[in-house]
């Protein structure tokens, strides 16, 4: 080829990367793809021996664009704020057929054990012992939740003890994705079948019934939504390692994993939070009725986060 016919083949995309450039943070959503096409462009020029002016032209416009991706701190919140914002909901819509079948492993068992121990509280023995049950009863006993916990600085024990243990399954389930994906399912499915138990347990009680669905209303929606990002995350990797297609399993496996980041990284966000509200929020002393709209709000601010936030923006994450 030429090297008018190369400048008329991909001049608009030199120019389209430039006016990206001159917009800031604005409109870059497709930067990255353009950026490895581009040096793509620069390479094929320097081994076909095109002019010094065209090379030189390249390679400024190349180290412009590795210097707005990777070289400017200041901007690298904003790139934060476009994981969270945008590349996490619509990487999470995209992956919708892993999204369901992650909320039947954790929802099914969760109903179906709940529905077995409502009827018949006996059941309960068969998936928790009489030790566990006994502790879950007394933890959301009237008497329990009015001792507290001993001001803030019990609250802030609580709140390093709940962001230890939901990272930790958060991550769990993630990473052991590795294993072609079923151990992450079995992690969401345990989790189910252990909420089952534990809120039917405390149902047939009257009083920790209304203790135990105040206490966990709100944080619950921060917290189960981080475990079924992590699975969802979880199940990408096992899928790439069973079925990596035409790409080596190593290559499919890092594809999986750039792609999973905003998914995982808004999993470890969302437990933080649930963290937060579980301690200093969910064992308050507020009216159950209070906590109860609270809880519906931060419900419905979930599901209109995933289903609306990062639509009409740019290109839509597919896979």
């Not at 990206?20 to 409109?27: H, I, P, S, V």
Request: proline fraction near 4%; hydrophobic fraction near 50%; aromatic fraction near 12%.
């Amino acid at each position: 080829m030429k090297q008018a016919q190369f400048e008329a083949a991909y001049g608009p995309l030199w120019s389209e990367i430039d006016t990206l450039l001159d917009k800031r943070a604005e409109g870059r959503e497709a930067l990255p793809e353009q950026y490895r096409r581009l040096c793509q462009c620069l390479a094929l020029a320097s081994q076909r021996g095109y002019s010094p002016q065209l090379v030189s032209y390249l390679h400024g416009l190349v180290a412009r664009c590795h210097h707005a991706l990777y070289g400017v701190a200041a901007e690298r919140p904003t790139v934060l704020l476009q994981w969270l914002r945008l590349d996490l909901p619509r990487r999470v819509r995209a992956e919708w057929k892993l999204l369901l079948l992650v909320l039947l492993c954790l929802l099914g068992p969760a109903i179906a054990i709940g529905l077995l121990v409502w009827h018949d509280s006996h059941n309960a023995f068969m998936f928790a012992s009489p030790e566990e049950l006994t502790r879950m009863h007394q933890m959301y006993s009237p008497s329990s939740l009015k001792t507290g916990r001993g001001g803030s600085e019990g609250d802030l024990q609580m709140f390093g003890h709940y962001i230890w243990n939901n990272v930790s399954i958060g991550f769990r389930t993630f990473a052991s994705g590795i294993f072609g994906g079923v151990p992450a399912l079995l992690s969401v499915l345990f989790n189910g079948m252990k909420m089952g138990v534990v809120a039917a347990w405390l149902s047939l009680d009257p009083a920790t019934r209304s203790n135990f669905w105040s206490f966990v209303v709100t944080h619950s929606s921060f917290e189960l939504t981080g475990l079924v990002l992590s699975g969802v995350a979880g199940l990408r990797l096992g899928m790439a390692l069973v079925k990596p297609g035409r790409l080596s399993r190593r290559r499919a496996l890092q594809e999986a994993s750039i792609e999973m980041y905003p998914v995982v990284a808004g999993a470890a966000l969302l437990t933080v939070l649930a963290a937060f509200f579980e301690a200093f929020w969910s064992a308050s002393g507020f009216p159950p009725a209070v906590k109860y709209s609270v809880g519906a709000v931060c419900w419905a601010l979930v599901f209109l986060f995933f289903g609306f936030a990062g639509r009409g923006k740019g290109v839509h994450a597919t896979r």
